[in-house]
């Protein structure tokens, strides 16, 4: 059983920071892409950020230079530093990961969190 568990979510002030953390635990062979999608009310999820196993990175354009995905592979985790934080940025943050899982033959599929609030305050 493969989980992903989100966590540093949280109430900020307009300005403010905040990193998000996401750990994959279980029967994991390998992991691809990880990944940051947002949900805000009444919209559909998008791509905030996205990293390979390489440690090459993609942003959506309106976190460019204000957000930094990374990840430590040892710990199966990834991370979303959030700085100069928006109103716009309110939503429920998910994390997504591209897994390996070795059971009678290689699986590989994606997986989500359950998801953490990100709610930022004017």
């Known amino acids: 059983q493969v989980q992903l568990v989100e966590s540093g979510g949280g109430l900020v002030q307009t300005g403010g920071s905040l990193k998000l953390s996401c750990a994959a635990s279980?029967?994991?062979?390998?992991?691809?892409?990880m990944g940051w999608y947002r949900q805000a009310p009444e919209k559909t999820r998008e791509l905030v950020a996205g990293?390979?196993?390489?440690?090459?990175?993609n942003y959506a354009d309106s976190v460019k230079g204000r957000f930094t995905i990374s990840r430590d592979n040892a710990k199966k985790t990834v991370y979303l530093q959030m700085n100069s934080l928006k109103a716009e940025d309110t939503g429920v943050y998910y994390c997504?990961?591209?897994?390996?899982?070795?059971?009678?033959?290689?699986?590989?599929?994606?997986?989500w969190g359950q998801g953490t609030q990100v709610t930022v305050s004017s």
């Open positions: 997504n990961a591209e897994i390996l899982v070795i059971r009678g033959g290689a699986i590989l599929r994606a997986y």
């Open positions: 279980g029967s994991i062979f390998s992991i691809n892409d």
């Open positions: 990293i390979n196993s390489g440690g090459s990175t």
